[in-house]
């Protein structure tokens, strides 16, 4: 898996054709989904179905995210799919507090499995660093965004970004990677996506996750850096080799420590392209 996944593509798990689909798609990480992409009477056939898919090792890193934790099925779904030795990570959706994340990491699933929290409530979004820091198994956390939405009764996009850089910084402040943005649930709507990535990226977001094999590009063409980007990068990137202290280029920027990191990582991403 790359060191900085930008796709990650869910997949309805009881679909299979579907799934193998999205394992060729080209995506970072595909994330069978058991959640709310699947009916009440289909919750057992996608539970298998996964658990199968599983048994052996697929060509790209896999995710599954499980049913709520206080749903019927959660039990059933970690203890299916938790020691598939194809499983790269579970996602746990509708997380309100760290306890729920030690729980899940020491008495349901094997050791070390890497975990991600989903944040989907006011309760959850207030709690984030105190998640974010619960266990080391947890490797990231998100926001689930449709849920939110409908908990906080927002009606414009607007009205969520506060909770998107509370998210942001509690993932940074927990040593965490910035987290991957939530879908953009129009799959027709390519131009509004792009748009809300550049929002994301600003923010401060790294990736996005997608419901659509379309929507991957333009995901990836949006948080990759730009050749201007690129270009700024080398050249502080080489400033600070030929002089490590803090200075001022020829065109009065200023360059230190914190300023070659973040070129650093930009290039890292460059690599991609």
């Not at 927990?174 to 129009?186: I, T």
């Not at 002089?243 to 200023?254: I, K, M, S, T, V």
Request: some cysteine; overall charge negative; charged content about 20%.
């Amino acid at each position: 898996m790359t060191a900085f996944p930008l796709t990650w593509l869910y997949a309805p798990g009881d679909r299979p054709p579907v799934v193998a689909k999205a394992l060729t798609s080209g995506a970072d990480i595909v994330v069978v989904d058991l959640e709310d992409a699947v009916a009440p009477d289909r919750k057992a056939y996608a539970r298998a179905a996964t658990a199968e898919l599983l048994a052996e090792l697929p060509p790209v890193p896999v995710h599954v995210r499980v049913n709520a934790l206080d749903s019927p099925w959660a039990g059933q779904d970690l203890a299916a799919v938790a020691p598939a030795p194809g499983l790269c990570a579970l996602r746990l959706p509708k997380i309100t507090s760290p306890t729920e994340v030690v729980r899940i990491a020491q008495h349901a699933v094997p050791a070390g499995l890497p975990l991600y929290a989903l944040l989907e409530t006011a309760l959850g979004v207030e709690q984030a660093y105190a998640v974010a820091t619960a266990h080391p198994s947890l490797r990231g956390i998100a926001l689930g965004e449709a849920d939110l939405r409908a908990d906080l009764g927002v009606r414009h996009d607007a009205g969520l970004d506060w909770s998107r850089s509370r998210v942001i910084v509690a993932a940074r402040a927990a040593g965490l990677p910035p987290p991957a943005q939530s879908v953009h649930p129009d799959v027709h709507d390519l131009e509004g996506l792009a748009a809300s990535c550049g929002h994301g990226r600003a923010l401060g977001f790294l990736g996005r996750a997608a419901i659509h094999p379309r929507q991957l590009p333009v995901i990836e063409r949006a948080f990759l850096p730009t050749e201007e980007e690129i270009e700024q990068a080398e050249t502080i990137v080489k400033a600070a080799a030929a002089d490590p202290g803090a200075q001022a280029l020829p065109d009065g920027r200023f360059i230190d420590t914190a300023v070659v990191t973040a070129a650093q990582r930009t290039l890292s991403l460059a690599r991609r392209r």
